[in-house]
């Protein structure tokens, strides 16, 4: 059986995350989100494995072949949708093939239970469906696929991963792959549900967070690096090689913590927090349930809770995050998420200022003492003085 993975799109709802690199090569517990797909097709026996780059496409090869994944690279020139995408591979269909987004965590199990069924789709319940395509079902077949209504039918959405033969191609007339998969199912061929085990998508940058909680369980605990004595570390804990942890650190798990990093004396590494490589967590600070992105600096005597820190950024000394569930308006949507910060990279943060459910755009420098609220979002390039 082959595989066709969309890796093709920018993830715009997710900036200012995604301005220098695609929603695939976002790291969740220090791996990117491509790679657990990838993972998850080799463990049912899947070699033949075709990725559709587009945005940011150079970063996409590269990871892959650093990677030395056995999969095979084609380009989706401009942005035209899913099925577009999906076309761009269709020379190398040869036989039964899966499509995947390369943006969503899919387990083996739920690919296993697919990949045997021709012409069927995973679907999974969610509690807000509106943001997703909808399936209606009718014994144990889809009827319809709705997508991003506004009033949604139902709870059970498409994960986007369908299990297809070669002669799908000939219901492609729109970009999209729901219009595809509508031409299938108006022309009376039928498309079995199949239900998701475990699946998650990140459409917001906030739901980045509860991905991390899943994820970074996977892996085995390891300590490398050089950890102080006097050090408690407890629970599932990944310490990678060159990172020194001083001594009174607690580090409490699950926790990945990447190479080279350093974590300064009486700080608190908490539970569900990722930091990447070369952060440097500054004494008698406090991070958890965060994703911390690489060359990140969190300056001491600092609490950094609920947020994603992009890369390059620098938070400086006594800069707390305060988690709250504000109502933001997403391009023309109107959205409610739940967070401290997402802060896009090398932002500079003052000292003692306080980002409360803030979202910083790319290079912003926010000036010392300075409060940052939801209600004032700041984009690419800002100043706060």
């Known amino acids: 059986m082959q595989a066709v993975i969309l890796a093709a799109g920018e993830g715009k709802r997710l900036r200012p995350l995604t301005r220098s ?49 056995p999969v095979r690279v ?36 739920s690919i296993a239970r697919v990949m045997d069924t021709k012409d069927a789709v995973l679907v999974k319940d969610h509690p807000y469906p509106s943001n997703f395509g909808v399936v209606e079902i009718r014994r144990g077949y889809v009827t319809r696929i709705v997508e991003k209504p506004e009033q949604a039918p139902g709870f059970t959405i498409s994960t986007g991963i369908f299990s297809l033969g070669p002669d799908f191609f000939d219901f492609i007339g729109q970009p999209d792959l729901t219009d595809a998969v ?51 570390l407890q629970g599932h804990v990944r310490v990678g090689a060159g990172t020194r942890v001083h001594p009174g650190c607690t580090v409490i798990g699950p926790a990945v913590i990447g190479p080279g990093c350093e974590i300064g004396p009486n700080a608190c590494i908490m ?81 003692f200022s306080t980002l409360r459910a803030a979202i910083v755009g790319n290079g912003v420098v926010v000036r010392g003492g300075r409060e940052v609220t939801s209600t004032a979002a700041i984009g690419d390039g800002g100043l706060v003085i």
Not at 284 to 312: M, N, Y
């Open 74 to 109: 084609v380009v989706q020139d401009r942005p035209l949708g899913t099925a577009h995408a999906l076309v761009q591979a269709r020379e190398h269909i040869s036989e039964r093939f899966l499509v995947l987004p390369g943006d969503n965590y899919i387990d083996s199990e």
């Open 21 to 69: 690199r695609p929603k695939a090569l976002i790291p969740i517990g220090n791996v990117p989100i491509i790679d657990y797909v990838i993972e998850a097709l080799l463990a049912c026996g899947i070699r033949d494995i075709i990725v559709v780059a587009g945005y940011r496409r150079e970063q996409v090869i590269s990871h892959l072949n650093s990677a030395g994944y």
């Open 271 to 351: 539970p569900n927090t990722s930091l990447g490589s070369r952060v440097q967590v500054g004494p008698f600070s406090l991070v958890g349930d965060s994703i911390i992105l690489d060359d990140a600096v969190i300056g001491p005597h600092s609490l950094v809770r609920d947020a994603v820190i992009g890369e390059g950024s620098r938070l400086e000394d006594h800069v707390s995050t305060v988690t709250a569930a504000p109502l933001l308006e997403i391009g023309d949507e109107q959205v409610k998420g739940r967070f401290g910060a997402i802060v896009g990279e090398k932002v500079r943060i003052g000292p």
């Open 182 to 232: 509508s031409a299938f199912l108006g022309s009376g061929r039928k498309l079995k549900a199949v239900r998701a085990l475990d699946w998650q998508d990140a459409i917001y940058p906030w739901d980045l967070l509860p991905m991390n909680r899943l994820l970074i369980r996977r892996g085995r605990a390891e300590k490398a690096g050089e950890i102080a004595p006097g050090t408690v």
